[in-house]
């Protein structure tokens, strides 16, 4: 069956308009309960966890709401990073998980992600299962089979604890003044204090949320805030987080902004001295840059490319036993420590780094040279399919021919907006910028 709500992370899309609809929330979460209570008997358990957004308290309640209808006990976390819910999904033994968050999104997006009882998020196998249920109806359980809600208070608390005992043992951060940007979301409360109690001196930003603030000119995918805040401050580093705190940035001491390909060459770098690079290997998307891939290389180091999206990353990692892996927009998994990209975690990596080595920011944040790379997005109306139209597909075919032997163009369609992401990489920045401005001249007008 083919998936209509289901992307390439979750279901996503604008609060209060299907499938972001309290209604498609209970029936989506009664399909999930029934999926994953399929021998009907008692006990059976659910985590759900949130961001910031105000739409989170009407989409928490729907999804309770539904579960509870098939006989779940729903566990509620309240926001928290959705890297804690794979976490906490796994220790406290429930059989599904559930992070409510449109991630880098604006507040009036939200999303639902879903991660199965190994803390790992679902397969596609498993969503188009679910999403059959969606369509089709399930089966309500009996009256005296109807689910509990409880909400916990612990919940920040457990992660916090487990976060830090990813940093080196015997280890502080005595001396290093950090700017922490949480982006107004899910890790507000529990990023600033993980470093606080490793000893940082901490400036945190973007930890006010009010449910309509999340992602606005801070965090990850807006990080010139972060930036502002380490040189006003003398900030040894920044750590710009997004929403749902699965992403990060690196801000150097001299306003320099490192991106998830930057931060995954150093890990693997240094993990691969040490020894605990499983396979040799980093596993990253087709969107990281060549730098990147010509850097491994000289160190001995392969990268294997998967698609765009941190769980064809992850699912990857597992099929070839690596424990390193990400995404160049900053998703960094360490399987190691997470089921899942987990910002504060690299940013815990990143400052391991410069206690052990004592070599400031700066100095570690540029591991390579990157190749010229331009990503521009062309939005398109909803219901179009531009990649299908001859005009494009004759405009990407000449394209490509240009680049034979100087670079790549790599063309998609989001899995969480109707955006065509058009990404060039070349040496010779004049044929990068032709290139760009044509596929996506010619996209736009086919919309």
């Given at each position: 069956?083919?998936?209509?709500?289901?992307?390439?992370d979750g279901v996503r899309g604008s609060a209060n308009t299907y499938p972001m609809t309290a209604e498609a929330a209970l029936r989506l979460a009664a399909a999930a309960g029934q999926y994953f209570r399929r021998d009907k008997a008692q006990g059976h358990k659910v985590v759900i966890g949130k961001d910031t957004r105000r739409s989170g308290y009407m989409i928490e309640t729907a999804l309770t709401a539904g579960f509870l209808s098939t006989g779940m006990d729903v566990v509620l976390l309240g926001p928290?990073?959705?890297p804690a819910v794979g976490m906490l999904t796994h220790s406290m033994r429930a059989d599904v998980g559930v992070m409510i968050s449109a991630s880098h999104n604006p507040h009036h997006d939200n999303g639902i992600k879903f991660f199965g009882p190994d803390g790992y998020k679902l397969s596609d196998a498993a969503e188009a299962e679910i999403e059959a249920l969606f369509h089709s109806g399930?089966?309500?359980?009996?009256?005296?089979n109807i689910g509990r809600a409880n909400r916990i208070e612990s919940a920040i608390g457990r992660y916090v604890e487990a976060a830090k005992t990813t940093f080196p043992t015997g280890k502080r951060l005595d001396g290093l003044k950090v700017v922490i940007d949480c982006a107004n979301g899910a890790a507000y409360r529990a990023a600033p204090e993980v470093l606080w109690e490793l000893g940082a001196e901490v400036i945190p930003i973007g930890v006010q949320p009010n449910g309509y603030n999340i992602n606005k000119g801070v965090g990850s995918t807006a990080p010139q805030t972060a930036v502002a805040a380490v040189l006003e401050g003398g900030a040894d580093i920044g750590i710009c987080l997004d929403g749902d705190a699965d992403r990060i940035a690196i801000i150097d001491e001299k306003g320099n902004i490192a991106d998830g390909d930057q931060i995954m060459g150093l890990i693997a770098g240094r993990w691969a001295k040490s020894g605990n690079l499983r396979g040799g290997a980093l596993v990253a998307t087709v969107m990281s840059n060549l730098g990147l891939e010509r850097w491994l290389g000289a160190q001995g180091i392969d990268l294997h490319r998967t698609d765009v999206g941190d769980r064809y990353v992850v699912d990857a990692m597992r099929r070839g036993g690596f424990n390193l892996g990400g995404e160049q927009s900053g998703h960094i998994v360490m399987s190691d420590y997470a089921t899942t990209g987990d910002g504060l975690l690299a940013g815990l990596q990143f400052l391991a780094a410069m206690v052990e080595t004592g070599k400031p920011a700066s100095d570690l944040a540029q591991v390579f040279s990157p190749c010229p790379q331009v990503l521009k997005n062309v939005r398109f109306t909803a219901g179009n399919t531009p990649l299908e139209v001859a005009s494009v597909q004759a405009v990407i075919k000449e394209a490509e021919a240009s680049l034979v032997g100087?670079?790549?163009l790599l063309i998609r369609k989001s899995g969480t907006e109707p955006l065509i992401r058009v990404m060039v990489e070349a040496e010779d920045e004049a044929l990068l910028m032709q290139i760009v401005d044509d596929v996506s001249q010619a996209v736009q007008d086919a919309t």
């Open positions: 069956m083919k998936r209509t709500i289901f992307g390439t928290i990073p959705a399930v089966d309500l359980c009996l009256p005296d100087k670079g790549r």
